[in-house]
Each structure stands twice: as C-alpha cells, then as structure tokens.
C-alpha cells in the first residue's frame, strides 16, 4: 500500500530504503527461479552520523494506506485461516537487516564494535520507523491480527552474528520494543532468525518473545531435544526441517524420517508448529514435498 518504488535507467529497483536491487535468474530443478539481489549499500561510504542523519531516502510511516488491513484480516479469518502479520523481505519488522542492507553486512557488524554511534544511527533510524509503522498497522487492524512475525538473523551456522554481550546493548532494547508495542495490542508475536542463536535464548524469552522460527537444522546447539528440553515451557518453536539436505538431495523415505524423528523430539506437550526452516526452494523433487506433507500428517497428529 506504500509509493511505487523508483526503477533506475540500469534497470534496478530501489527498496523502501533507497537500496537498489537487481533481478538476478538461476537455474533450477524444473526451469529457472528469479531473486532480487542488493547491487550498493548506500550508506557503505557515509562517515559522520550527521550523513546518517541527511539520507534522503528514509521512509515515513506516513506513506502508507493502513484503512483497508481491518477487512483484509477479516477476509483470512473467514476462511477460518489465522491472520499473521509479516510484511515481505523487504519490509519487515527488523532493524539488523535493513541495516545490513543499507551500509552493506561486513561494514555493519564493524560498526557494532568500532563506531557504535554510526551504527546505533542507523538502527535507531530504522526502528523509529517500524515503531510507528506497526502501531498503526496493529491499531487499524482492530484485534484482527493473530500474530506478529518480526524478522533479523542474529545467527550464522556455528555462533552468533557478534558477541552475546554486544547484541544486548545494541540490538536488544529496539528488539523488545517491537514485541512491547504488538503485546500492547494482546498480539504474540514470532521472531524469525536463522542460525545458531542459543547464547541469546535466555535474552529472547525475557524480552517477550512468544514463538521462535526456525530451528535451523545442522547449527551448533540447536538440537531440537535440546531446545525442547530447556526452553519448551517458556517458548513455541517453529519450523525444523532443513532445506539444505534431505529435501533437495535426499529419498522420500529420508523427509519422511526427518519429520518422524523432529516430531518425536518436539511435539510432547504442544508448544510446536511443524515446518521447513526457510521457503521450500525449487532445487526439491516434487516427489519429496508430496513426501514431506505426507509426513506432517502422518506424525503430527495427536491422539484423541
């Protein structure tokens, strides 16, 4: 519902916040898939929080229509479908990757460490947006919202993105403000990250955080058993069945003991939402999808 977004003369497009993307086409299992690639951070080369500050591509709260979400949340929920909240990959509740995106990765996570007033420029910039931006959103929806989804990776495949100590001081405070605003108006809300993020698990659940996505598969201490074990009564987990081996290069019968085997570690006692750790990509065989949805029903049932 926002502005047209600006397409340069190269064939880029600009995001929300003025960072250009380019479409980029790969092969695939059956044809070709297509993504939008970040071509130029344009903040990689300001210096001074004052350049920060100048930016002219900042984005308002303002440009959006919010009076149509009461009757689209109330389209979903006639179909007896819950209504979740999660903008798109461009444009959702988070301030790391926006980041990232605007002063490119490397240079941020530096910033954490080296300029801490240039990075907390940009973060605090762009959560003062998403503030305003999800108030509205949840105030015009009217309690039609079932869940809020936010969305900043703090994790890669062995630790964290930085130290657990600099993600509290630099990350946390704007991340529990997201899920105060959205329990303001009695909504839970979902935390996606990939990556290994135990270190921080304590840090989540005591700024509020209700559901965790996605239990990435193959990270270090995020065992399934484990996770259940240690947090299963502070959290709902979400997610847990890895798009990096068995669905595009394993046998059926390899998804179906993926699903038996997560299921078996986390469904007791509730608390759990089956699903792949990320979008199913078009590297997997059919043949293994229809295998994996045969296997939710198959193990995620309870007994009557």
């Known amino acids: 519902m926002g502005p047209p977004l600006r397409r ?9 916040w003025g960072v250009p993307r380019r479409t980029v086409t790969v092969p695939a299992a059956d044809g070709m898939e297509t993504y939008q690639e970040l071509t130029e951070p344009p903040l990689a080369a300001a210096s001074t929080v004052e350049e920060i500050e100048s930016y002219d591509h900042w984005p308002s709260p303002d440009w959006y229509d919010y009076r149509r979400i009461e009757a689209q949340c109330a389209q979903v929920r006639e179909q007896g479908r819950v209504v979740v909240f999660m903008g798109d990959r461009l444009n959702r509740i988070a301030q790391l990757k926006p980041a990232m995106y605007l002063r490119g990765i490397e240079q941020i996570l530096v910033d954490m460490m080296a300029q801490p007033e240039l990075f907390r ?28 989804v936010t969305g900043d990776d703090f994790g890669a495949q062995e630790s964290l993105l930085c130290k657990p100590s600099l993600w509290r001081q630099m990350l946390q405070p704007n991340f529990r403000t997201f899920i105060d605003i959205s329990h303001c108006y ?79 570690a986390m469904k007791s006692g509730g608390g759990f939402w089956v699903c792949t750790a990320h979008n199913i990509q078009a590297d997997v065989p059919p043949e293994n999808a229809i295998a994996l949805f045969e296997a939710y029903q198959e193990y995620g049932k309870y007994e009557r």
């Open 121 to 148: 420029a940009i973060v605090d910039r762009i959560a003062g947006f998403y503030f305003e931006y999800l108030r509205r959103i949840l105030e015009a929806a009217r309690g039609g919202i079932d869940i809020l």
């Open 186 to 264: 009695r909504v839970p809300v979902m935390h996606h990250t990939c990556g290994s993020v135990w270190e921080i698990l304590p840090d989540l659940v005591d700024s509020g955080l209700d559901i965790l996505n996605p239990i990435q598969p193959g990270t270090r201490n995020m065992e399934p058993d484990r996770l259940k074990r240690q947090f299963g009564d502070k959290l709902t987990f979400h997610g847990g069945i890895s798009i990096q081996r068995n669905l595009p290069f394993g046998t059926p019968a390899a998804v179906r003991d993926e699903v038996r085997t997560l299921m078996a």
């Open 8 to 16: 340069l003369p190269d064939g880029t497009q600009e995001d929300i």
